[in-house]
């Protein structure tokens, strides 16, 4: 905790994040009209920090920095520090994230951002250690430089920030097609196409560590696998499809991501093998991992979609819910500083607390069962010596089709005694601010699973915090951001996610006159919606956002609103508004190939006119770029001969090989190039190149081999991808 004999203007706030930081020996200031004065009387540089309460970086740079006396002096003196608690100002959060990314190539929380006393900012990054280290400056270091360069370069600096400025602004305005297309199911199947062509066969899940479970993707798989005879996709193209999908929901239903005890989600996992979380539990996650799952189980009937649904449901009632119905926004990873400490057992602790309660055969299968008996598999990536000395609880066997593991009873009641006695342990700090999207989220989530299910009281709860939610209307319709007596105004994402989840109660009277809302506060006549209300005063901004993040679009989830409204034109002017960027960058926006997946089955879009060329996908444009031939060098040793088109380079660190058969793999010394999209020198293959597979003995069977790399240009980057690589057994 900061030291108490230190209070700031962050005491008057009600957020967790904010009142984190209300005893720092920093004068920090809530973003607003106070602050922003502050910094045009004084002409002082505005230092902006965001962050989320159940951030660990964000603890860290608090402990590190913002506890520091003597760098909180030097942020005192020098500039006006500005807090801000992401997920209640997400808009100020996406600005100058962009704009961070636009400077660094790179993002992330904290985010640290300097910014002139009229809002435009002119440098930024994320964590910054306490002093300079391994070549990287460090806070007071990067203070003092700011500093300098606001006092004796001001006009340059204030060129710099127009120049960013202006760049956003282009950005902000979604960009027109570049050639027409039509919106149809052959365009829908070549999206999926290109949406899934990062699917990850070892271990499930799209793209590699650190895997999220991409909830906006896997719910579009559903959608169109739901709705398969107006798909042109074949036979085959569904069914695999459809195995990638089941494929990745039973891998993390099975992995260290999903709470055993508990039920609910981590928000990702750290490795390819969903084993190791990172510890946070999002209620936004869950809620539409919980729509998905018993999504899966309407189509499939697998009943342990079912169980997985449940148990997010229940763990969320039991300690995400408020007495007045709405849900609290998320649990930190962390407690007393240590990652996961609540969540990771020994076996002799599962085994003692499990004692007297089964027989030592039947504790010893429930070790077994959920990887305890292998040794440990966790170690604090910021503590101790780095070997593993704690277990994250697996399912290490799943069971068979007939008899799964996860749905055994005398396992389950070991699980609900061994939650228990977590229970006892100090817990995880809660955040219990009442965000208005995400509550609606997850009441889309249980009105879902409540009716699929036969869960009545996954109704009742959705309906009741529906009820709470809207009490907090104004009396002109306006919702709040956060369910509190401040009244943040509300963004897109709350009146389109809430109008959504009514329609999913049956509540369409209510549904329809929220939307008239939104229309009326957030719609652009040139199509699609603003994120920010039209008399929102303190961005010099306005953005139009159409990508997942790994929230659905709200534009996206808007256009399916207005389907459901039987307001087509609505719904095609949105998506049609964000028609360049589903051109360029389609595989961000699944909820948006949703919408337009929902929307052609009115009929075909036509985006544009004239003649309609035909689209490749990241995997085709990849394979164009890169040529591979495989040689066995020894019967032990596969090698890859990479060639890479001239006007192509790969990036070394989205370059990985495995296998499940190979002992080992050796890639050559990289280059060191420089390149317009990066401001440092990157490492990066060109060329011609081998990498080398090495096996402990010859495989007796075709080698299956993965290959993930990056193609990128002078100027900008292919989407990452993943090519698999069959190569024959060496000749004896």
């Excluded at 999903?258 to 539990?281: C, K, M, N």
């Excluded at 006892?424 to 699929?452: E, F, V």
């Excluded at 085709?620 to 596969?638: G, K």
Aim: proline share 6%.
């Amino acid at each position: 905790m900061s030291d108490p004999s230190h209070t700031n203007r962050l005491a008057r706030e009600t957020s967790p994040y904010l009142l984190q930081h209300a005893h720092n020996p920093v004068d920090w200031y809530a973003w607003g009209s106070e602050a922003f004065a502050a910094a045009r009387s004084a002409d002082k540089p505005i230092f902006l920090s965001v962050g989320y309460s159940t951030c660990y970086w964000c603890h860290v740079m608090e402990r590190q920095c913002f506890e520091n006396e003597e760098i909180a002096r030097q942020m005192n003196d020098l500039f006006v520090s500005i807090k801000v608690d992401r997920e209640e100002r997400p808009d100020v959060d996406q600005l100058y994230m962009l704009a961070v990314q636009l400077m660094t190539r790179q993002g992330g929380w904290p985010m640290s951002v300097f910014l002139t006393p009229d809002l435009r900012p002119f440098y930024g990054g994320t964590y910054f250690p306490p002093q300079d280290m391994h070549g990287r400056p460090g806070f007071p270091t990067i203070l003092s430089a700011i500093d300098n360069a606001y006092r004796d370069r001001k006009t340059e600096l204030s060129q710099s920030a127009d120049r960013l400025v202006a760049t956003l602004r282009q950005i902000a305005q979604p960009r027109p097609a570049k050639s027409p297309f039509r919106i149809d199911p052959q365009w829908i199947a070549r999206m999926i196409a290109r949406s899934t062509a990062d699917f990850e066969p070892m271990h499930g899940g799209f793209g590699s560590a650190p895997k999220f479970p991409r909830q906006t993707l896997l719910e579009l798989l559903l959608v169109y696998l739901g709705d398969a005879q107006s798909s042109s996709a074949g036979v085959d193209e569904l069914a695999e499809l459809r195995q990638q999908l089941h494929f990745t929901l039973d891998a993390m239903a099975h992995g260290g991501i999903r709470d055993q005890l508990g039920g609910a989600f981590h928000r990702y996992s750290t490795d390819e093998q969903w084993l190791v979380p990172h510890f946070e539990i999002m209620l936004y996650d869950n809620a539409m991992l919980l729509w998905i799952y018993a999504e899966a189980h309407r189509q499939s009937g697998d009943a342990r979609y079912a169980a997985v649904a449940r148990g997010i449901a229940d763990f969320i009632l039991a300690e995400m819910s408020s007495p007045d119905g709405g849900f609290y926004t998320a649990l930190d990873a962390e407690v007393d500083a240590q990652e996961g400490a609540s969540y990771l057992w020994t076996m002799d602790e599962a085994a003692a607390a499990l004692a007297g309660h089964a027989t030592e055969a039947l504790i010893a299968r429930f070790c077994r069962v959920y990887g305890l008996d292998a040794g440990p598999n966790f170690a604090d990536p910021h503590h101790g010596g780095g070997a593993p000395d704690k277990n994250v609880l697996f399912l290490s066997d799943p069971g068979d089709p007939g008899h799964p593991t996860m749905l055994d009873p005398r396992l389950a009641e070991l699980r609900k005694i061994l939650y228990a006695a977590r229970r006892g342990r100090k817990q995880p700090m809660l955040d219990t601010k009442i965000l208005t999207s995400w509550n609606a989220l997850m009441i889309r989530g249980l009105a879902h699973a409540g009716q699929i299910l036969g869960e009545a009281r996954y109704v009742a709860a959705a309906s009741k915090c529906a009820d709470y939610l809207l009490s907090f209307a104004g009396v002109d319709g306006s919702l709040p951001r956060v369910c509190d007596a401040r009244k943040i105004p509300g963004f897109l994402d709350d009146y389109a996610f809430l109008a959504q989840a009514l329609l999913a109660l049956g509540r369409d009277d209510q549904a329809r006159l929220l939307a008239k809302q939104m229309q009326a506060r957030f719609g652009d006549e040139q199509g699609g919606f603003f994120f920010t209300d039209r008399n929102a005063e303190d961005l010099i901004v306005r953005q139009k956002v159409g990508a997942d993040s790994p929230l659905p679009s709200g534009n996206a989830v808007a256009a399916v609103v207005m389907l459901q409204l039987d307001q087509p034109r609505a719904a095609a002017e949105t998506i049609t508004a964000f028609a360049g960027q589903l051109q360029d960058l389609g595989e961000s926006m699944s909820a948006m190939i949703e919408a337009a997946l929902r929307y052609q089955r009115i009929g075909p879009l036509q985006i544009g006119g004239g003649e309609i060329p035909q689209q490749l996908s990241p995997q085709e444009q990849a394979s164009a770029a890169v040529q591979i031939r495989t040689v066995w060098s020894n019967p032990n040793q596969l090698d890859l001969h990479v060639s890479v088109d001239p006007a192509f380079h790969l990036t070394a660190s989205h370059l990985r090989c495995w296998s499940p058969d190979a002992a080992a793999v050796e890639y050559p010394q990289p280059a060191r190039r420089r390149f317009s999209y990066s401001d440092e020198e990157l490492s990066v293959y060109e060329g011609e190149f081998v990498v080398t597979v090495r096996f402990s003995s010859p495989p007796v069977r075709e080698a299956q081999i993965m290959l993930s790399y990056q193609p990128c240009t002078q100027d900008a980057c292919l989407a990452a991808v993943i090519q698999r690589i069959t190569a024959d057994p060496p000749r004896a």
